[in-house]
């Protein structure tokens, strides 16, 4: 696709429940980044993954959340027993390679736990 | 701890004028700075990045100053116009793990007036 696409752009959830945040990042990029952004912060790092193994996951705020990406490729964030302290936009971001380059950012996740 | 701050208070000016806008750290040594420019309900946009052993970047009509005594980077908009009216963002990258993982400020707003 032309650019970093995140699906779905909203999704609102009961406590407790379980959701799945998908990215699908720039063909051929092979670094991926998950960031969540509360109101009036800046993005805050959650895990990175080169190809298709997760080589930096330390941003993970608990066991909860999870993410994979089986194929090198698209990305899914999975959170479960969501709580409401979980409420923010969850962006994906991906670049060519990793290191000192730009990164693309999808348009975000926004969560909300109610 | 590590932290990244930029002025907190929304920036106003007349448009034409030139807009400077800080971002100031402690306990970090990044190996480059980047800055994006986030719009409302969108994911941040790259806009310039800047590596520690250079002290200036342009681009049009941006400009990227990285002092790593100071442990700050000052971004400049000349001639500024209404369009330019957005959420800024510095992040910080570390250049040991080559990751491209970023560590971001919370972002000034920047609003030009007609």
């Known amino acids: 696709g032309a650019g970093v696409s995140q699906t779905p752009s909203n999704k609102v959830t009961e406590k407790g429940k379980y959701v799945e945040l998908r990215c699908d990042p720039i063909?051929?990029?092979?670094?991926l980044y998950w960031y969540r952004q509360s109101l009036g912060q800046g993005p805050e790092f959650l895990i990175y993954f080169q190809g298709t193994g997760a080589a930096d996951d330390s941003g993970l705020p608990n066991d909860r959340f999870f993410a994979v990406r089986p194929e090198g490729s698209v990305s899914t964030l999975k959170i479960q027993r969501t709580e409401r302290g979980d409420s923010a936009v969850y962006l994906c971001?991906?670049?060519?390679?990793?290191?000192?380059?730009?990164?693309?950012f999808g348009q975000g996740t926004r969560l909300t736990v109610v | 701890s590590q932290k990244i701050e930029q002025n907190s208070e929304a920036l106003n000016i007349q448009e034409g004028k030139t807009a400077t806008l800080t971002c100031n750290y402690t306990?970090?040594?990044?190996?480059?700075l980047q800055w994006y420019r986030q719009d409302p309900g969108r994911g941040p946009v790259f806009l310039l990045l800047i590596r520690e052993n250079e002290k200036e970047k342009r681009k049009e009509r941006l400009k990227v100053t990285f002092d790593t005594t100071l442990k700050q980077s000052l971004f400049h908009i000349t001639a500024s116009q209404p369009a330019d009216s957005a959420t800024y963002l510095c992040a910080l990258g570390k250049g040991s793990s080559n990751t491209g993982k970023l560590i971001f400020g919370q972002g000034t707003t920047l609003q030009v007036k007609p």
């Open positions: 063909s051929g990029h092979t670094a």
């Open positions: 306990n970090y040594s990044p190996a480059y």
């Open positions: 971001a991906s670049s060519l390679t990793p290191g000192a380059r730009e990164a693309f």
